[in-house]
Nanobody, 115 residues
Framework: QVQLVESGGGLVQPGESLRLSCAASGSIFTRYTMGWYRQAPGKLRELVGVIGSGGSTGYADSVKGRFTISSDKEKKTVTLQMESLKSEDTAVYYC?????????WGQGTQVTVSS
């Protein structure tokens, strides 16, 4: 089993920054992908950014140039640095770990961007 614990959500104003962190524990293999997804009210869960165990990254077009995903393989953590936040970034953000075809999810952390 894998457990994911997120932290760092909150309320910020447009243009401000926020950092989300996720710590993974449990039975984690050598090859895996970690990432962040988000779900706004009334919308489907969508990919924000992912990072492979080799360090390759991918982002949704809506966050490219504003969000940066990074990981610490030793500590098995993944961080999402969010800059220039917009009201449309408001959502519950979920940490994800994919390994051997199985998806694991964190409990979610609320990010609200509002003036």
């Amino acid at each position: 089993q894998v457990q994911l614990v997120e932290s760092g959500g909150g309320l910020v104003q447009p243009g401000e920054s926020l950092r989300l962190s996720c710590a993974a524990s449990g039975s984690i293999f050598t090859r895996y992908t970690m990432g962040w997804y988000r779900q706004a009210p009334g919308k489907l869960r969508e990919l924000v950014g992912v990072i492979g165990s080799g360090g390759s990254t991918g982002y949704a077009d809506s966050v490219k140039g504003r969000f940066t995903i990074s990981s610490d393989k030793e500590k098995k953590t993944v961080t999402l640095q969010m800059e220039s936040l917009k009201s449309e970034d408001t959502a519950v953000y979920y940490c994800n770990l994919l390994q051997s075809g199985y998806n694991y999810w964190g409990q979610g952390t609320q990010v609200t961007v509002s003036s």
